[in-house]
């Protein structure tokens, strides 16, 4: 009888859940099936992880960039979309040179003179062009990539499409009334 009562008080107790039997108690075929799916789990994350650990075409790209026009473009890469100070062409590459830690001589000094063939990612670009009216203009940005025959992409503001704001444009250096000049920032002929 007591035995009985202590039965019936463990099974009432709201510490046991259910009584082990051979119907709920795991099986082999369970056992393995848990292991199976664990490491099946750690295949996939140590799989993600090797892919995650292999870096993209650009981030290769970058690494491979001298320091000065690394610091250039990701600086120009990581305000996208942004207005850098004042919003004007020139204050974006400033902003890139002092980022980029660039030695200047003077208020005129953007580095070294290059050829198109020679632009990297980083690199500064100048255009200066002469309206209708024969008015000649200049504008500047951030090389982001050598297009070919011709045409790179830019990063710049105080221009067409983006207004204000830093954003990446098209750039054909065989158009009419313009002229392209390109230069290695930091390095001073």
């Known amino acids: 009888m007591i035995y009985l009562a202590l039965i019936l008080s463990l099974s009432l107790s709201p510490h046991i859940k259910h009584w082990p039997s051979p119907t709920t108690a795991p099986s082999d075929v369970d056992r393995l099936e848990r292991r199976m799916r664990a490491r099946s789990i750690a295949e996939r994350t140590a799989a993600q992880r090797k892919v995650a650990a292999r870096p993209d075409a650009e981030t290769l790209l970058v690494r491979s960039l001298p320091r000065i026009n690394r610091g250039m473009y990701v600086f120009a890469r990581d305000h996208e979309g942004q207005q850098v100070r004042d919003g004007v062409c020139s204050s974006l590459v400033l902003a890139a040179e002092d980022f980029a830690g660039c030695s200047k001589v ?21 255009l200066v062009w002469t309206d209708e009216h024969g008015k000649k203009n200049n504008h500047i940005g951030i090389v982001m990539k050598k297009l070919g025959g011709g045409k790179f992409e830019m990063m710049n503001q105080n221009g067409p499409p983006n207004g204000k704001r830093a954003g990446r444009a098209v750039c054909d250096q065989h158009g009419q009334r313009q002229e392209w000049f390109f230069s290695r920032p930091g390095v001073n002929p």
């Open 106 to 126: 003077g208020p005129g000094d953007r580095g070294k003179p290059i050829g198109y063939d020679e632009i990297l990612p980083g690199d500064i670009a100048f």
